[in-house]
């Protein structure tokens, strides 16, 4: 088994993770000055906050469609290619229809990214490491994410205008992503499956396994003969892993984490701090999620992804817990609620965050893998857009005290969730995953 091989490629298109977390943090950076430079209303500024989420949910919808027609390295092309074009019309934007144009491209880019880059990564990857290789998209998330939080933070001393290279720097990544899509080949599993190739295939297939590629090839193409006649993704057959994969992507936006990951100025703000502060808060949080992925995506492949989840979930409620109490009770001066959110988001990254692209894109049927994941990039980011959406309201409404105690409250059916429904999936091969859903 050429490891090597394999780790590289699924590192280059788990790329695509970088630009998505890069793109969906660094608006927080930007917000408030482009809300001033266009004197934006109170709905325009929502609107302008949310258009990449609204683009990202119409690329989730649509990202099954070129991922099996065109096929999975095709399409990372067109999410290369989306990036790149947002990145530069953003920063050179005079117009704010413009600019949220761009901003929508770029969200349609984070949808189907989402799609495709996890489906591809675990279409090459051997049983044994595919948590930890799927990880990679992860990893390669909150990696953007705290790059942009740092990017604002230096970026944002430079002047009036550095909201424009805040967005515009992502042009960079996004212009090497495109060239180092060349060098990967295309998902053997499609190759067979969508196209009958098994030529190509073989070629892949062997590069990836030299020893049993010929006996996985016909493993993989017998498992699709036997399901031949079940391919719709709504169907009885594929009812228990439709639910599974709908139910974590909710549960994964309910904990609040796009709310944190988008406001978390304005969260530290309204726990006391100011502005610079708030930013440099920022970053702290950034890095605990990078060094907290990091460790996960090392432990996914030997402990699995339940326990994961089990570990989680218990420290989700308790430190979304202790930032609803520290809300209600006025104690958010110095670095308590940064501490609590730190340890929220040390929870949440050692857990949903790297568990739910693995967990997704392994439990459907290779006929409807990509609908599947779509389904699930879809719950997510359409969830993503409410969370995002209502969270200043709910602020304003409620209070931080019962905002966080809510998201605390969802954790706690996650819990149940994953007590109750989820099966454990490591070391299972795509092709056996049937059975073991089935049985769980």
Request: glycine share 10%.
């Amino acid at each position: 088994m050429n490891n090597n091989t394999v780790l590289a490629w699924s590192f280059v298109v788990a790329l695509g993770g970088f630009l998505f977390g890069f793109d969906t943090a660094v608006i927080s950076g930007a917000e408030k000055a482009v809300q001033i430079f266009w004197s934006l209303s109170e709905f325009q500024h929502g609107l302008t906050m949310a258009i990449a989420l609204i683009g990202t949910v119409v690329g989730a919808a649509l990202g099954a469609y070129p991922s099996d027609r065109l096929g999975r390295k095709t399409t990372l092309f067109f999410v290369a290619a989306l990036y790149f074009f947002s990145a530069i019309g953003t920063a050179l934007a005079q117009d704010w229809s413009i600019f949220i144009l761009f901003r929508f491209l770029g969200g349609i880019g984070v949808g189907v990214s989402s799609v495709t880059a996890p489906i591809y990564i675990s279409e090459i990857s051997p049983a044994g490491s595919r948590g930890k290789l799927v990880g990679l998209f992860q990893f390669n998330v909150v990696l953007g994410i705290l790059i942009a939080y740092l990017s604002n933070y230096f970026i944002g001393q430079t002047g009036e205008e550095s909201w424009r290279w805040m967005l515009g720097v992502q042009a960079f990544p996004a212009l090497l992503f495109f060239v180092l899509i060349f060098l990967v080949p295309e998902s053997p599993r499609w190759l067979l499956l969508q196209k009958g190739n098994v030529e190509r295939a073989k070629v892949i297939m062997r590069k990836i396994n030299s020893e049993s590629y010929e006996e996985d090839i016909k493993h993989i193409v017998g498992s699709q003969a036997k399901i031949v006649n079940e391919a719709r993704l709504f169907s009885k057959a594929n009812r228990t892993p439709v639910v599974l994969a709908v139910l974590f992507a909710v549960f994964n936006q309910v904990s609040g984490i796009n709310a944190i990951i988008y406001y978390a100025p304005r969260v530290f703000e309204m726990a006391g701090l100011g502005e610079q502060s708030s930013l440099l808060s920022t970053v702290g949080i950034g890095l605990v999620n990078f060094v907290f992925t990091l460790i996960a995506i090392n432990f996914i492949d030997k402990v699995g992804r339940r326990k994961l989840m089990l570990i989680g979930s218990l420290g989700l409620i308790a430190s979304l817990s202790l930032v609803s109490y520290a809300f209600f009770s006025g104690h958010t001066e110095g670095l308590t609620i940064t501490g609590y959110l730190m340890c929220y988001i040390a929870f949440f990254a050692f857990s949903q965050g790297a568990v739910i692209w693995v967990f997704i894109s392994e439990i459907f049927p290779n006929d409807v893998r990509a609908k599947g994941q779509t389904l699930g990039s879809l719950t997510h980011w359409v969830m993503a857009a409410i969370i995002t959406f209502c969270f200043p309201a709910l602020t304003e409404l409620l209070g931080g005290g019962y905002t966080f105690l809510i998201f605390a409250g969802f954790m706690v059916l996650q819990l149940i969730y994953v007590l109750k429904m989820m099966p454990e999936t490591k070391g299972k091969s795509l092709e056996d995953m049937e059975q073991t859903i089935n049985l769980h």
